[in-house]
């Protein structure tokens, strides 16, 4: 009788009641831990799009992006989805057919038409955005410029997608949105970080954009824009010099060696042995050399190249005007500019050019990125053309050398990047696969999507919530157990006396 009750009190869990608790227990945490699984399992995603047409000068781009549809209130990140290039040139180039310059969109619309999946294309929002080479049609002849965006009009609004409108962007809201895809795809925005300032440099206009500590906005409000994004203010210097886009300067360039009307033109900036032959008419067709146009030129000149780095610096360096300034400190042309500040992204032209100079590495000093324009700059023509025609376009390559010395003496004279200030910028083109340009940023700003407060988020991710919830049932279970262990015993053992 005592060995029976000794043992009814030493292995008191083996009674029918303990088994059951534990059974549950066991299947309770089973249950938990199959929810907290399931629950996390990546589900299949739903994506939503927006759709934008860089219409540029040398150019029309399209642009997708995507962003999971369940998160587009602000958490989700948009991406590009996929771009297409408009075959020939800008829409401004279309002024004497501006049909054309709607048709020129058909085939980018189709691809886009195949990109978005059928049921998302009537809520996708489509934008179209001309930036400098409408900016200059519009100064030049405004009915013409009326035409090209009602041709381009009439194509977008036969699309199947949202249609929200096609405008000249100005040269503020240009700077400003690179300056916002730059940050929004380095999440510097979300996680208020310094900013990065962005460089574009157009085929018409070129933009600067950066945040200037301590600097006071009211002294040239017009380069100001002020930004609350995800809780954090932004002070924004930005300027867009039209005219100073790398085609248009090269025209500033040309237009300044021709001013006593020659046969003949020596230009340091092209390589040695080039030589071809340029007309007037078409040299002086735009509002940014039109009114230096020399009178009694003949019809054309020929373009002879000398490849002088050097000499090519002080033709640039001359369209620049360093003396007028009005404000405490300048850029050039009298525009107000503030100490820059911060690390850099120089995108497009910036990109193209000194990527295929092989110059985009800024570790190197100046110096050493000048001496080795300086020999490109020498290399005969033909030699060059032997190099890489076939892969590269005849007039871009003719180019590079200007081009270079252009971006070079931009950025040290023009902008005042030092010697030490140099190995700030880094030349892109993209980030995390998304192109840099305005396009995002002017997507991102028309939908809403960067908040100006930064979202309430739960203080525990979803996956660590369900895990801590687990653990304490479990330690509750095993409380419970010990618990039992402890009690029971002296149950059974009343039990056993009565
Ligand atoms: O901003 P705007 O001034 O309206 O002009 P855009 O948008 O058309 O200008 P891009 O950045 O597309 O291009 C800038 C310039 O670079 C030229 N470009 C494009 N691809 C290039 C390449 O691979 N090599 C050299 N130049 C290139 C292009 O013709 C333009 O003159
Ligand atoms: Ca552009």
Redesign the pocket.
Known sequence: MSAQREMKEKKPWHTPLTIIITVIGVIAIVALVTVAVLQNRPVPQKYKYGIVL?A????T?LYIYEWPAEKDNNTGRVEQKHSCKVKGK?ISSYAAEPEKAGTSLIDCMREAELQVPTKRHRETPLYLGA???MRLLKIEDSAASDKVFQAVEQTLQRSPFYYQGARILTGQE?GAFGWVTVNYLDDRLKQGLETTGAL???????QISFVSRNYDISESPSNSVTFRLYGNDYNLYTHSFLCY???QVLKKALAHQTQSGPTKVQDPCFHPGYSVKRDYASLYDSPCVSDMKPKGAPSEFTHIGEGNFSQCQEVVKSLFNFTACTYSRCSFDGVFQPPLQGPFGAF??YY??MN?LNLTDTSFPLETVKKNLANYCATPWNELKQRHLGR??EK?LA??CF?GTYILTLLTEGYNFTKEKFSDIKFIKEIKGSDA?WTLGYMLNLTNMIPAEAPDSPPLPHAGYVSIVTVIAILLFILLILCLRSIWPRCSKQQQIV
């Open positions: 860089d540029g000068s040398s150019h781009a800008g930036t400098a080479g240009e574009d440099l157009g085929g018409a206009s070129t886009g790398k085609d497009s032209a193209f050019v295929f590269v376009k871009y180019e590079y081009s340009g």
